[in-house]
């Protein structure tokens, strides 16, 4: 009977073990791709998503891209205001078969013109990590303001 207990006490402290990493991998990529993102770093931050990630920005456009071409696309267009800035707030992840990491967080979305006219959005966002060809990528994002 004690070797049963043992084994069932490795097998449920590995699968725990297994999904903090699992979380602590996705958060990794979701803080890379602040960063990168508020360093307009484009070459640091594509790589991070699925070829079919899709994306709800619910900022500012109320819009669906799916695909990495139209998402990355967007945010180019972002590149036309004088500052942007996303600082993510109270992010949690949870881990499902150590392959798909679900994580939600609130969000200040600032941008300012080249006028100086800056404007400040509030919200929630859902990200979709999964695990695909040994890499943790973003598959899929989900932008909502506050209201």
């Not at 891209?65 to 942007?84: C, E, P």
């Not at 994580?103 to 929630?124: I, L």
């Not at 890499?135 to 506050?146: D, E, G, P, R």
Request: glycine share 6%.
């Amino acid at each position: 009977m004690a070797p049963l207990v043992l084994c069932i006490a490795l097998t449920v402290s590995t699968k725990a073990a297994a999904q903090a990493s699992a979380v602590g991998d996705a958060e990794a990529v979701a803080a890379k791709a602040v960063a990168s993102f508020n360093a307009r770093d484009y070459a640091a931050y594509e790589p991070l998503f699925t070829n079919d990630v899709e994306v709800y920005t619910g900022v500012y456009t109320p819009l669906r891209f799916v695909g990495k071409t139209q998402w990355i696309g967007f945010l180019h267009g972002l590149d036309s205001f004088a500052a942007v800035s996303y600082d993510q707030r109270q992010p949690v992840c949870r881990a499902y078969n150590n392959d798909v990491v679900l994580c939600n967080a609130y969000f200040v979305f600032t941008t300012t013109t080249k006028a100086g006219v800056t404007t400040v959005q509030t919200g929630r966002e859902s990200s979709t990590i999964v695990k695909s060809g040994g890499k943790w990528l973003i598959a899929n994002q989900h932008y909502s303001a506050m209201f």
